[in-house]
């Protein structure tokens, strides 16, 4: 079963390296979509793919790159997907 969903990580997720390291464990897992940073700080990942690989990706999401400090994620389950042919950096 395919699952989309929208992550909005705060805490100290910008200028550490966060949406590499998104797009690396977005990709090993096989998950569509992308990772930009927000005027506000925090990071929006836009996640599509099959429900373990989502699930997977949001559970790193709580840890992070190595030296990010994540303080809190919202998920959004989104019920409009869009295509994507990978994971890329915006």
């Known amino acids: 079963m395919n699952r989309s969903v929208s992550i909005l990580v705060s805490g100290k997720v910008q200028g550490v390296c966060f949406r590499?390291?998104?797009?690396?464990?977005?990709?090993?897992?096989?998950?569509?979509?992308?990772?930009?940073?927000?005027n506000d700080g925090r990071v929006e990942i836009n996640?599509?793919?099959?429900?373990?690989?989502?699930?997977?990706?949001?559970?790193?999401?709580?840890?992070?790159?190595?030296?990010?400090?994540?303080?809190?994620?919202?998920?959004i389950e989104l019920e409009e997907r869009e295509s994507f042919s990978g994971f890329e950096i915006k």
């Open 47 to 75: 996640a599509c793919g099959d429900d373990s690989a989502v699930s997977a990706l949001i559970n790193w999401s709580y840890k992070g790159s190595l030296f990010s400090k994540v303080k809190e994620l919202e998920i």
């Open 20 to 38: 590499a390291a998104t797009k690396k464990q977005a990709d090993k897992l096989g998950v569509v979509g992308y990772a930009k940073n927000l």
